[in-house]
């Protein structure tokens, strides 16, 4: 069973630089997508305060991030959902 004491112990065994790599490769791009996004995507995938309604005609979409290595930036953009079953 996983506990928060071993979630603890797990967290205390990685090293800092391991940490910091997964937080600009995971959580980063996550956050960055989440900001991008101008509306509250259900059931809380995108939740937006200020932007509270479903809007399909703009943010039916994914969600794409891209880091260049060599100016240290982040791209986003929206691609297609293309419905294949109906």
Not at 1 to 16: G, K, Q
Not at 52 to 75: A, I, P, V, Y
Request: charged share 20%.
């Amino acid at each position: 069973m996983f506990t928060s004491n071993s979630f603890a112990e797990l967290s205390a065994s990685i090293a800092p630089s391991v940490m910091q790599t997964y937080i600009v490769v995971m959580i980063l791009p996550v956050v960055l997508c989440k900001m991008f996004r101008k509306e509250t995507r259900w059931p809380g995938y995108h939740y937006r305060g200020v932007h509270m309604k479903l809007n399909d005609k703009d943010w039916h979409c994914f969600t794409l991030s891209q880091f260049d290595r060599n100016t240290g930036e982040w791209e986003l953009e929206k691609a297609p959902v293309y419905q294949i079953v109906d």
